[in-house]
Nanobody
Framework: QTQFAESGGGLVQPGESLRLSCVVSGRIFSIYNLAWYRQAPGEQREMVASIGRDGTADYADSVKGRVTISRDDGKNTIHLHMTSLRPVDTAAYYC?????????WGQGTQVTVSS
């Protein structure tokens, strides 16, 4: 069974930084992308950042320039370095894997940005 180990969320003040991590374990073939999504209460789930197996990264316009996604070599592990955090960044952040069969989701880690 696929398992997601997400960490790094928490309560931070505006302007501070966080680094989220996700370790994906299990038997998953043909991974197309690893990504971070987020969903705030009452809002749609949106992709924050994704990275392909070739290292190509994509970012949502709302966070571009403030976040960086990275992947550990030889592992299905991704990180999301978030800087200049704002209250609007408050959401549950979900690790995601896309392969030929569909989408697989982590349970989420909460990020709360508040003064």
């Amino acid at each position: 069974q696929t398992q997601f180990a997400e960490s790094g969320g928490g309560l931070v003040q505006p302007g501070e930084s966080l680094r989220l991590s996700c370790v994906v374990s299990g038997r998953i073939f043909s991974i197309y992308n690893l990504a971070w999504y987020r969903q705030a209460p009452g809002e749609q789930r949106e992709m924050v950042a994704s990275i392909g197996r070739d290292g190509t990264a994509d970012y949502a316009d709302s966070v571009k320039g403030r976040v960086t996604i990275s992947r550990d070599d030889g592992k299905n592990t991704i990180h999301l370095h978030m800087t200049s955090l704002r209250p609007v960044d408050t959401a549950a952040y979900y690790c995601n894997v896309k392969n030929y069969r569909g989408l697989y989701w982590g349970q989420g880690t909460q990020v709360t940005v508040s003064s």
